[in-house]
Antibody
Framework: QLQLQESGPGLVKPSETLSLSCTVSGGSIGSGHYYWAWIRQPPGKGLEWIANIHYRGTTFHNSSLRSRVTISVDTSSNQFSLRLHSVTAADTAVYYC??????????????WGQGTLVTVSS | SYELTQSPSVSVSPGQTVSVSCSGDNLGRKFAYWYQQKPGQSPVLVIHQDTKRPSGIPERFSGSNSVNTATLTIRGTQAIDEADYYCQTWVDDTPWFGGGTRLTVL
């Protein structure tokens, strides 16, 4: 059974870079046609998509975050990562990693990690 | 950008049927997805491609999508269905989420 687990610092200072990793277990990140995604949720608010990546390197970004986001994949460690630069308090959120299954040309976020809270504060 | 609008909250009595709606421009021409999120937990996909239930999702969950509105319907609502429900669709290669609807089972 495929599982995703986020990891990274829970506290980041303003203007610094938020760095998170998502470890995929129970399957290979490089198998099939899946994309891998980062989604965040500010406390008490809704879901906001950040970016997707395919193991071959194709990426898609939320246009409002594109200039600050780097998403990457490491097939040797079965992980994908997020870097969000120049963070502010508005970036405080629970960050989820998720799998995107594009089956039937109808992509869905079908497996999610448990999420990790990142607080931006000095 | 693309906006999906959901009512902030809805309530239902146990055993009754409840509908959660999601509106967006020409949403009926796109696929709609629904996610259930219980407090402190990750979202769970409950409906994809407008009407399909993933394996393990109870039959009481169903979906529809027409014109500008997608609807999630729960028949025979149970206390365990109390959660936030988010609709989602894709425009080009970008996923958009609705603001979420809190379902309270009274």
């Amino acid at each position: 059974q495929l599982q995703l687990q986020e990891s990274g610092p829970g506290l980041v200072k303003p203007s610094e870079t938020l760095s998170l990793s998502c470890t995929v277990s129970g399957g290979s990140i490089g198998s099939g046609h899946y994309y891998w995604a980062w989604i965040r949720q500010p406390p008490g608010k809704g879901l906001e998509w950040i970016a997707n990546i395919h193991y071959r390197g194709t990426t898609f970004h939320n246009s409002s975050l594109r200039s600050r986001v780097t998403i990457s994949v490491d097939t040797s460690s079965n992980q994908f990562s997020l870097r969000l630069h120049s963070v502010t308090a508005a970036d405080t959120a629970v960050y989820y990693c998720a799998r995107v299954d594009p089956q039937d040309l109808a992509p869905r976020f079908d497996i999610w990690g448990q999420g990790t809270l990142v607080t931006v504060s000095s | 950008s693309y906006e999906l609008t959901q009512s902030p909250s809805v309530s239902v009595s146990p055993g009754q049927t409840v509908s959660v709606s999601c509106s967006g421009d020409n949403l009926g021409r796109k696929f709609a997805y629904w996610y259930q999120q219980k407090p402190g937990q990750s979202p769970v996909l409950v409906i994809h491609q407008d009407t399909k239930r993933p394996s393990g999702i109870p039959e009481r969950f169903s979906g529809s999508n027409s014109v500008n509105t997608a609807t999630l319907t729960i028949r025979g609502t149970q206390a365990i269905d109390e959660a936030d429900y988010y609709c989602q669709t894709w425009v080009d290669d970008t996923p958009w989420f609705g603001g979420g609807t809190r379902l309270t089972v009274l």
